[in-house]
């Protein structure tokens, strides 16, 4: 069963400071990791996608990924209240057209002003 | 921008009763997909379609059915719905084009309750 996990959480962080998020996956095959935000009763969003190992930057987003570890991770600088939302990792099973990714429970991230 | 759309955000039914959920979506994308989420459970996986007419049944897709007649077009279909399908249903779509598997976008949700 390919599956990806994540810390359910909350996550609770100040305003100002960084929200590190983390999701490990169990397919080795799996080439291609997405993170999507949603905020309550809305659908997901997509936020930053990462395809090569180590850093990728976006604004104050950073996906990190480390496919020896199977780990993948999102910083969010500076955090905002309006941060405040369920994060869901996410993994492509790889190189196939037509496949669906796989995604984790997400994790809930509350941020204090 | 990629654009998917849902037929109703909101929609309640009778236990019995026949259900279909609409999803289209505008950018010319071969997948199309059709998840639940509920508390607890994330996304769960119902049906998928990678092509036109094409279905491939996803991780709960008992008591549901899928068509697909039109590239834009993908339908779920609740044949007699049940109380135990009360959830959010998420409609998705991505392109097959460029090698790995690209990003879903979604559409916004119908909050499906039966009673």
């Known amino acids: 069963q390919k599956e990806v996990e994540q810390n359910s959480g909350p996550l609770s962080v100040p305003e100002g400071a960084i929200a590190s998020l983390n999701c490990t996956y169990s397919d080795r095959g799996s080439q291609s990791f997405f993170w999507y935000r949603q905020y309550s009763g809305k659908s997901p969003e997509l936020i930053m996608f990462i395809y090569s190992n180590g850093d990728k930057e976006d604004g104050r987003f950073t996906a990190q990924l480390n496919k020896a570890s199977q780990y993948v991770s999102l910083l969010i600088r500076d955090s905002q209240p309006s941060d405040s939302a369920t994060y869901l990792c996410a993994a492509g099973p790889g190189g196939q057209a037509g496949t669906a990714l796989i995604f984790g429970k997400g994790t809930t991230l509350s941020v204090s002003s | 921008d990629v654009k998917v759309t849902q037929s109703s955000r909101y929609l309640v039914k009778r236990t019995g009763e026949k259900v279909f959920l609409e999803c289209v979506q505008d950018?010319?994308?071969?997948?199309m997909f059709w998840y639940r989420q509920d508390p607890g459970l994330g996304l769960r996986l119902i049906y998928f379609?990678?092509?036109?007419?094409?279905?491939e049944k996803g991780d709960i897709p008992e008591g549901y059915s899928v068509s697909r007649e039109k590239k834009e077009r993908f339908s779920l279909i609740l044949e007699s719905a049940s109380t135990n399908q009360t959830s959010m249903y998420l409609c998705a779509s991505s392109s097959s084009a460029g090698g790995p598997q690209n990003e879903q976008f979604f559409g916004p949700g119908t909050r499906l309750t039966v009673l």
């Open positions: 950018m010319d994308h071969e997948n």
């Open positions: 379609s990678y092509d036109v007419k094409m279905k």
